[in-house]
């Protein structure tokens, strides 16, 4: 695994052998020659001097990820930082359990989300802090249990930013809007690997506010992993 071409003019090392003892300095090391133009000798240099194959460190089972650190379990990912479990993601901090995620910190069990922070269960939303529950929305903050709302503050049980009730979400066609979102995730991934996200997402409109559920409880980011 490597950001280089295996037909490129550099030499790369793996990572446990770029950080290791086992290699000396001095096998690339020359006189610099004062008849010939520095730069000429300079790009024979740079194809000499080893390259680091990817830059991720102190990292855990997270072998296909750039630019990274302190991560576990995590797969096709650029700048991800002390997360886990998670995949297909860039800039993304201090997360779990999360899939497709641009920029994103504090968050878990997100699923295609960007520029958001403090979420919890959010799917398909941009812009979002301090969320739960919520799916498809855009600039909502300190909110739950919310559908297609646009820059709600401080509310749950939102359906397109109007206010349901609890017992009115049940008989309403919310539930197209909460299976029809998954079947992207299943179809990538296949139902197996997915089967904790559909009952994340049926919580949106039909329960209370929940707090986070217990780590010994199955978590789709322990499924996709393998």
């Not at 090392?13 to 290791?20: D, R």
């Not at 995590?74 to 497709?100: F, K, P």
């Not at 646009?150 to 979400?169: D, E, R, S, W, Y």
């Not at 197209?176 to 997915?194: D, E, I, K, M, Q």
């Amino acid at each position: 695994v490597s950001l280089y071409n295996p037909e490129s003019p550099f030499q790369v090392y793996c990572q446990e052998c770029w950080w290791g003892d086992s290699w000396d300095p001095f096998t690339y090391g020359r006189e610099y020659d004062f008849r010939r133009s520095f730069f000429e000798q300079f790009r024979e240099l740079q194809r000499e001097v080893p390259r680091l194959s990817l830059f991720n460190l102190r990292s855990i089972n997270s072998e296909y990820t750039n630019h990274s650190s302190g991560n576990k379990n995590c797969y096709m990912g650029v700048a991800v930082g002390n997360s886990e479990d998670c995949m297909y993601g860039h800039w993304v901090l201090q997360s779990r359990d999360t899939i497709d995620g641009l920029y994103l910190e504090n968050c878990e069990e997100c699923y295609e989300c960007s520029y958001s922070q403090n979420c919890y269960c959010t799917f398909f939303s941009q812009f979002c802090q301090n969320t739960q529950d919520v799916l498809l929305c855009y600039e909502c903050k300190d909110s739950m249990n919310l559908i297609g709302c646009v820059q709600l503050q401080h509310k749950k049980f939102h359906i397109l930013n109007q206010p349901v009730t609890k017992g009115a979400a049940l008989g309403l066609p919310a539930h197209r809007l909460r299976t029809t979102g998954l079947r992207a995730v299943n179809s990538s991934f296949g139902s197996t690997r997915t089967s904790a996200i559909p009952g994340c997402a049926r919580r949106v409109l039909t329960t209370d506010p929940v707090s986070k559920r217990s780590r010994a409880e199955p978590r789709f980011g322990g499924l996709l992993i393998v």
